[in-house]
């Protein structure tokens, strides 16, 4: 039985209907990631899956005593009070056993999220409300947990964190995200919602891509021959009406029938046409800084950086909320004085930047009032265009230009700063999250424009697939080791960083005093199993007169029994083995098509995992104990 799900659900505000007759099952274990257009109604359906919203036909089936909770996009306007206010009133209509168990858990979320449990929420960075919100809705632990864009305003690390703990939480999981990444490696089913029909694909995200281009271009052509079809029988009727001729009464009521299904189809949402504008060529090098320091509240943020900007560099910088990368970018534009150090600008520079507070958009204007004032027309290489024709290749409706920006989804705003930003030349381009709720395609698009611009960029992101496939070059807030230049995508930084902690593991493990291992042993891993007891170490000191009587070798261990010399001789190939097995189950785990397995069998992957390492850690303490005794 399903735990949650829709049935024949209509929904509609104005204009088009963005739920036609839609069908839902969600079943436990599920993990459902929600695709489409930006605008098609994917928050709309999560919120009529939260009882938010009441279809205007159509049932919502629920599990008795179901326990849902949500995660919306926009942060509501009526929260106050502390974190941990807010936490435990999200636990206020749920039957817990007693206070302890809602101290537990408050105290579990402030820990996971890095939330500060005494603050007003009212004073908190729109990012860190939505963290507020987020563990709001895991605190819950539902049965069903609804997700609207879970990865906005956080940071890497946060994401990751978020991608290894929904995996293996009970329930089912239906999410929003416009982060590749995520929903390649946590969804184990993709539903499309497309012009009010919902339609499911058991695979990941580049084969549903694929299939749904496939999807596309089979109803493209359908179409093509329908509407030829339908050309001919009105070819047919006007000459029968001309001729006099008495008609065949049949295929007059068929060619009715073929124009009101015509009328009635939707057609495929377009996809946004557009491309920035290069100004003049600047200097060779565009921004140069010396020295540069910068810190809040007696936190460096910036400490003595060196970074020359030069013409056509791509650069992404990537670090954890708060370590200052909005910051940077505001003293390399000379928007914020530097504690010390200075910051040049280069010649000829012309600077769009993308905000992602949405800053440069005004509530109280129109969408086109947004992009040309009180004008009516822009100006695209050397040439004027009306601005509702402009805001088409966005794919803004004359209705939704001439409209308020309230009434735009949250990709629908990114949408229109994309149009305001490059509605008029530049060459020096600064984008602070641009990603955030942008659907696959227009993703993609900017990702296209990005790549074929000939000036400078430089943009803050947490998406990992977008720094991949756009920058060459990183600026990495890397903790005590401050700001570092990494070649290449967020990839390449995974894997330096990486061989690093490797590296600092190793020379940690060499420091310590222990007898060597086999040449076919790995590094030790780090383990909290119990082990056995290790040889004692000596203190020398000699100026102390030695005793008369013999001293006798390590007193408290016994010699090594034949028994044992055996077990020592073979624990380095049962040590071997462990780890070859150890190594294979890591890979597997790491595999994104790994999580789309049922949660139950991830618990029993997980476990075995755990058992393994902790006997290989036995092993070891098992191998270190039998190398210091005595031998016979």
Same mark, same amino acid.
């Given at each position: 039985m399903a735990e949650l799900g829709l049935e024949n659900v209509h929904l509609s505000f104005t204009g088009a209907p963005l739920l036609s007759g839609v069908d839902l099952q969600i079943h436990t274990g599920e993990r459902i990631g929600l695709v489409g257009r930006n605008g098609t109604g994917k928050s709309t359906l999560l919120k009529v899956l939260a009882g938010v919203l009441q279809p205007d036909e159509g049932r919502v089936v629920r599990r008795p005593d179901l326990v849902t909770s949500a995660l919306v996009q926009d942060v509501p306007s009526d929260l106050v009070g502390t974190v941990e206010s807010v936490l435990r009133a999200a636990l206020a209509d749920l039957e817990l056993d007693g206070d302890w168990e809602i101290d537990a858990r408050v105290e579990r979320a402030l820990s996971e999220l890095d939330l500060p449990a005494g603050e007003e929420v009212s004073t908190l960075s729109a990012g860190r409300k939505r963290r507020v919100l987020l563990a709001a809705a895991l605190i819950r632990e539902p049965d069903v947990l609804l997700l609207d864009e879970p990865t906005n305003h956080l940071d890497v690390a946060a994401i990751e964190a978020l991608e290894d703990a929904l995996p293996w939480r009970a329930g089912a999981l239906v999410f929003i995200t416009h982060d590749r990444r995520f929903l390649d490696r946590l969804a184990t089913r !993709? &539903?499309?919602?497309?012009?009010?029909?919902? *339609?499911?694909?058991?695979?990941? @995200?580049?084969?549903? #891509?694929?299939?749904? %281009?496939?999807?596309?271009?089979?109803?493209?052509?359908?179409?093509?021959?329908?509407?030829?079809?339908?050309?001919?029988?009105?070819?047919?009727?006007?000459?029968?009406?001309?001729?006099?001729?008495?008609?065949?009464?049949?295929?007059?009521?068929?060619?009715?029938?073929?124009?009101?299904?015509?009328?009635?189809?939707?057609?495929?949402?377009?996809?946004?046409?557009?491309?920035?504008?290069?100004?003049?060529?600047?200097?060779?090098?565009?921004?140069?800084?010396?020295?540069?320091?910068?810190?809040?509240?007696?936190?460096?943020?910036?400490?003595?950086?060196?970074?020359?900007?030069?013409?056509?560099?791509?650069?992404? !910088? &990537?670090?954890?909320?708060?370590?200052?990368? *909005?910051?940077?970018?505001?003293? @390399?534009?000379?928007? #914020?004085?530097?504690? %010390?150090?200075?910051?040049?600008?280069g010649t000829n520079l012309e600077v769009a930047r993308f905000d992602q507070l949405h800053g440069t958009l005004n509530p109280k204007l129109t969408v086109q009032e947004n992009v040309v004032g009180d004008g009516e027309f822009v100006t695209i290489d050397g040439r004027q265009r009306h601005v509702l024709g402009y805001l088409q290749d966005f794919l803004f409706t004359p209705d939704q230009a001439r409209g308020p920006i309230t009434r735009l989804s949250g990709g629908e705003r990114n949408r229109l700063q994309l149009a305001q930003l490059l509605a008029r030349p530049c060459n020096l381009l600064i984008l602070d999250e641009p990603t955030n709720d942008l659907d696959v395609e227009t993703m993609e698009l900017l990702e296209e424009l990005l790549v074929s611009f000939a000036g400078t960029l430089l943009v803050v992101s947490h998406d990992r697939a977008f720094l991949d496939n756009v920058v060459t070059s990183l600026l990495v807030f890397d903790g005590p080791r401050g700001v570092r230049e990494v070649v290449g995508g967020y990839e390449d930084w995974e894997r330096l960083h990486t061989a690093e902690e490797a590296r600092r593991a190793e020379g940690r493990a060499t420091k310590k005093p222990a007898a060597a291992k086999p040449a076919s042993a790995a590094p030790r891993p780090s383990a909290k199993a119990p082990v056995a007891p290790a040889a004692s170490t000596a203190t020398s000191n000699s100026a102390r007169p030695q005793a008369k009587t013999p001293a006798k070798a390590t007193p408290t261990l016994p010699k090594l029994t034949f028994t044992q010399k055996h077990e020592l001789e073979a624990l380095p190939a049962t040590i071997e083995t462990l780890e070859t097995d150890r190594d294979a189950l890591v890979a597997r785990m790491s595999d994104p098509d790994f999580y789309r397995t049922p949660p139950a069998q991830l618990a029993a992957v997980r476990a075995e995992h755990e058992d393994l390492e902790a006997r290989l850690a036995a092993a070891y303490a098992r191998w270190e104990y039998l190398e210091s005794l005595p031998k016979s």
């Open positions: !993709i &539903v499309d919602l497309d012009r009010g029909v919902l *339609t499911s694909y058991d695979c990941n @995200l580049s084969t549903y #891509l694929d299939r749904k %281009a496939a999807l596309l271009e089979s109803e493209a052509r359908a179409n093509a021959v329908f509407d030829k079809k339908l050309a001919q029988e009105e070819a047919w009727v006007r000459a029968g009406v001309k001729a006099r001729r008495t008609r065949n009464m049949g295929r007059v009521r068929a060619l009715q029938a073929m124009r009101s299904e015509r009328a009635e189809r939707r057609s495929e949402v377009g996809r946004v046409e557009a491309r920035v504008q290069t100004a003049a060529r600047t200097g060779q090098k565009v921004i140069t800084a010396k020295g540069l320091t910068h810190a809040f509240d007696g936190a460096p943020l910036v400490e003595n950086l060196d970074l020359e900007l030069m013409r056509g560099d791509r650069v992404g !910088i &990537v670090g954890p909320n708060g370590c200052g990368k *909005t910051t940077l970018l505001r003293l @390399l534009l000379e928007e #914020l004085r530097p504690d %010390a150090g200075t910051v040049h600008a």
